[in-house]
């Protein structure tokens, strides 16, 4: 995992989601199996039809450690884009995790390799493998562009994307804004007379 990477992982998407005027969030529908998983990596998108999922298996294949698996999957919520076998596939080859606008099937399984999935929910249908479908090319996942290299910040508020173009200056107004809802936080917390005049501040 890079430097830049690596720092936002450790900044809420609330935060990144106010800095780009909530401009890049993901569908809220998408959300993680477990409320305690939390990811970022670079983007490594899977544009793929409806029930044929053999484009993600290409995308397992292709992908480097430490990528995010996008998975466009035009927001069907029938058929699975995987199950545990496949995504502990994609776990062993030491890819970060998997957001997707789809369905995963074998829910039980997929939270016992505790490996961040971030869906719109589960399925018991399979898909076919028909051999159509596109990897790491420009997508659109739950409303919102994605290209490859893009960065994914994802935590149990949902999941955000950075274009690459403007992630430097992101990550450092991310940060301050960061700073400074801690310093908020440290002067109201259990401070009624702060909490007072902090709503009136904000009530002139």
């Known amino acids: 995992m890079n430097e830049i990477v690596s720092a936002f992982q450790e900044i809420p998407t609330t935060?990144?989601?106010?800095?780009?005027?909530?401009?890049?969030?993901?569908?809220?529908?998408?959300?993680?199996?477990?409320?305690?998983f939390r990811m970022a990596g670079r983007a490594f998108t899977v544009k793929m039809p409806v029930g044929d999922n053999?484009?993600?298996?290409?995308?397992?294949?292709?992908?480097?450690?430490?990528?995010i698996l996008?998975?466009?999957?035009?927001?069907?919520?029938?058929?699975?884009?995987?199950?545990?076998?496949?995504?502990?596939?994609?776990q062993t080859l030491g890819i970060t995790g998997?957001?997707?606008?789809?369905?995963?099937?074998?829910?039980?399984?997929?939270?016992?390799?505790?490996?961040?999935?971030?869906?719109?929910?589960?399925?018991?249908?399979?898909?076919?493998k028909g051999g159509w479908g596109e990897v790491n090319v420009p997508i659109s996942c739950g409303g919102t562009s994605v290209n490859p290299g893009d960065?994914?910040?994802?935590?149990?508020?949902?999941?955000?994307v950075v274009p690459k173009a403007i992630e430097e200056e992101v990550l450092r107004q991310a940060r301050a804004k960061l700073v400074q809802d801690q310093e908020r936080d440290e002067k109201v917390s259990g401070k009624p007379d702060e909490v007072i005049r902090y709503l009136d501040s904000l009530l002139k």
């Open 15 to 36: 935060c990144i989601s106010d800095i780009m005027q909530g401009l890049n969030n993901m569908d809220p529908l998408i959300k993680p199996l477990k409320e305690e």
């Open 70 to 90: 996008v998975v466009d999957a035009k927001g069907d919520t029938y058929r699975t884009i995987a199950g545990d076998f496949i995504l502990g596939l994609a």
């Open 151 to 160: 960065i994914i910040v994802a935590d149990a508020d949902g999941v955000v």
């Open 98 to 128: 998997v957001v997707t606008d789809g369905v995963i099937r074998d829910v039980l399984g997929v939270k016992r390799l505790n490996f961040p999935v971030f869906c719109k929910g589960t399925t018991v249908a399979s898909s076919a």
């Open 54 to 67: 053999q484009c993600v298996l290409r995308a397992i294949r292709e992908a480097k450690p430490g990528d």
